[in-house]
């Protein structure tokens, strides 16, 4: 069965940084994409950022980019999401997601691609 168990997460002041984990069980990690979503109280789910299955391709989306980084680590079935200079606005529960497709070479936006989910991460940031 496989598994996506999310840690990391947490209440930080306006500036800080956090850094998010996601390990993969019960699947070859190496083989798939896996990306980040994130959804405040309110708002649709949205995308924040994705890797594809070797590290050598990534997506931030614009609201984060230059403060969020992702990274993966196949040896350990791991992937992160460091969050610097982080704004009240990324106060969100934080997802990590598994892509349904064999070694996809860009990263999707689109959520029903995604065909496994972690059970989440809160985020809360401080003004």
């Known amino acids: 069965q496989v598994q996506l168990v999310e840690s990391g997460g947490g209440l930080v002041q306006a500036g800080g940084s956090l850094r998010l984990s996601c390990v993969v069980f019960?699947?070859?990690?190496?083989?798939?994409?896996m990306a980040w979503f994130r959804q405040a109280p309110g708002k649709e789910r949205e995308i924040v950022a994705g890797?594809?299955?070797?590290?050598?391709?990534?997506y931030h989306a614009d609201s984060v980019k230059g403060r969020f980084t992702v990274s993966r680590d196949n040896a350990k079935n791991t992937v992160y999401l460091k969050m610097n200079s982080l704004k009240p606005e990324d106060t969100a529960v934080y997802y990590c997601?598994?892509?349904?497709?064999?070694?996809?070479?860009?990263?999707?936006?689109?959520?029903?691609?995604?065909?496994?989910w972690g059970q989440g991460t809160q985020v809360t940031v401080s003004s």
């Open positions: 997601a598994a892509d349904r497709t064999y070694r996809r070479v860009v990263v999707t936006a689109s959520q029903s691609e995604y065909e496994r």
């Open positions: 890797i594809n299955w070797s590290g050598s391709s990534a």
């Open positions: 019960g699947r070859t990690f190496s083989n798939y994409a």
